[in-house]
Structures are given as structure tokens and as C-alpha cells.
């Protein structure tokens, strides 16, 4: 019987798991299901403890989702005001509707995917779309 003596990974030693016990105490690989050698349910749990908001990360994502709509909903206003208003098509203000379309794509492109990085630590869309979204966010 092959036994796993193994430390606790460093995921761990962060703020969220620091209470967390450790059992390595011959383990075999035969009753582990998953890397901590916990049951399944204990292993969900300390998942969703993970990715669960604190109220910290709650400030920052209403902070975040009011710049959100602040922003989409000003830059739109910039952009159909120059649109409806004849008198308003200048160069200066075409310039100024450039930067609003660029803000814009910012905010919608970058801020969500962001957010969800720094309250989770963790990206849930594989890397193809983290690949898309950061030639996005660099592109944007």
C-alpha cells in the first residue's frame, strides 16, 4: 500500500484557509478522491469558502459596478449628443467621441473579467478565452 506523505499545498497558507488543519498522518492514495484527501463535500466547501466574496471584495465590486454603469450609460449619453446635434460635429468633439467609444470598450472589456480575477484568484473559461480576453484588454 502506496502512503501519500505530502504538506499542504501553498493555496493553504492564505488568509482564507489559515484555519484549516492538515491530516498526512498515512493517508493511502486509495481514499484520497481529490489532491487534499478530503471528503468531497469538505473539498466543495472549502472551494466555495475560496471564491466567496469578503465584505472587502463586496465594497470593491459595487464600487466597480457603479463605475460600470456610470460609465457605459455617460459614455453612451457622449456619443448620442454628438450624434443628434448637428452643431455639436466637430473635430474636437468627434476626438472626444473617439475617447468615449474607447472607454467604453474598456469598461465593458476589461473591467468585468477583472473583477471576477481579483474576488475569485481564479478564472472559470478556460484558457482560450483568458488568451481572448487579454489580447482584448491589451488591445482595448
Known sequence: MDVLQTDPPAVFYETRWENWTYNSSNISKSDCTNEYCVSDEDYIAMIEDYISPSTYEWVLISLHLTV???GLVGNALVCVSVYRNHSMRTVTNY????LAVADFLVILICLPPTVL???TKTWFFGSITCKLVLYLQVSF
Not at 476626438?95 to 473617439?98: A, E, G, P
Open 95 to 98: 476626438f472626444i467621441v473617439n
Open 117 to 119: 480575477w481579483d474576488v
Open 68 to 70: 460600470f454603469i456610470v
